[in-house]
């Protein structure tokens, strides 16, 4: 029997400068992706995956998010009021219940192993999720997420989401070196951040779904610097693969980076396209314009 994984970490702390000046005082994780902030279709995606915790690290002026999750009850009230039972299901939808959430300050940008080492005390001796908010998935059947814990209750130890990207995007990402088995779950031998161009082991990247043993915040105890001067989640997992397995997964779904002015444009249109009441309308407009 594996450990549930009941607890899921959002590093939020990002400061958004590819955005600017929309996340000069808006944190770029409340971005709108159709309707709802990207921050809150990544933690629909976790709930769906029967996670229970939700722990934010975030960053100066992140408070937005932390109201955003919490319950409007003025509001509540005035759409109850005028019987706006649509608006008021939607409002609801975005809550999670206050015992269920928690904050913790990131106070200094040393990199993402680093704002994972912040969340250490709430997260504890367990295994939890990592989810990074730059990237929206969108899946036909279960969440990315989801998919990871189905494969984690076969497998355990620590279980990362991977794709397939061009040979020339490589160096911008995590890649991981597999043993290649017929499934889409495949044993990793190796990783690295961010190889230099046309060295990387493949074209499978970590695109940012992970489940973790909590072993690796031993390892980011130690604080060490690696690609970009930053503390790095992945060399982070180099050191815990000496000890523990971790499986790749190809999932089903598509990933899109909403830390891209592209990817986040597409994220909007893709999502769009996905409601049925948006679809028809969309599809003719963006033919017009296209
Ligand atoms: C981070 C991770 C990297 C991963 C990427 C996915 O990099 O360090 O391993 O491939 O997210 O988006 P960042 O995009 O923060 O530079």
């Known amino acids: 029997m594996t450990t549930p994984i009941r607890k899921a970490v959002f590093p939020v702390a990002g400061l958004g400068t590819r955005f600017l000046p929309a996340t000069k005082v808006m944190p770029k994780e409340m971005l709108t992706v159709v309707d709802k902030p990207v921050i809150q279709h990544v933690v629909d995606e976790a709930r769906l995956a029967g996670i229970e915790e939700f722990i934010f690290v975030t ?56 704002a994972v080492w912040c969340a250490r005390e709430l997260v504890g001796d367990e295994p939890f999720a990592l989810l990074l908010p730059d990237v929206l998935v969108q899946s036909t059947g279960k969440t990315c997420l989801a998919q990871l814990i189905e494969v984690y209750g076969d497998t355990g130890g620590n279980v990362i989401a991977v794709e397939e990207v061009a040979a020339e995007n490589t160096h911008q990402y995590g890649i991981v ?21 046309g060295t990387a082991p493949s074209n499978l990247i970590i695109m940012g779904r ?6 690796i915040f031993k390892i980011l105890d130690a604080k060490e610097r690696g690609a970009g001067g930053e503390i790095q989640i992945t060399d982070a997992m180099i050191r815990l693969l000496e000890s523990q397995p971790f499986t790749a997964v190809e999932y089903e779904g598509r990933s899109f980076d909403c830390g891209s002015k592209v990817g986040y444009q597409l994220a909007n249109t893709s999502f769009a396209l996905a409601r049925n009441n948006l679809r028809d309308e969309l599809r003719e407009e963006l033919r017009k314009l296209l």
């Open 177 to 197: 070196d597999i043993e290649r088995s017929k499934t889409d779950n495949h044993l990793i031998r190796g990783m690295v951040e961010k190889p230099s161009q």
């Open 210 to 215: 992970y489940l973790l043993q909590p072993e």
């Open 59 to 114: 960053g100066p002026n992140k408070g937005v998010i932390e109201d955003h999750f919490k319950q409007q009850i003025h509001l509540e009230q005035v759409l109850k009021d005028s019987g706006k039972e649509n608006e008021l299901k939607a409002l609801q939808a975005s809550q999670l219940a206050p015992e269920c959430v928690k904050f913790t300050l990131q106070e200094t940008p040393l990199g993402l192993g680093h």
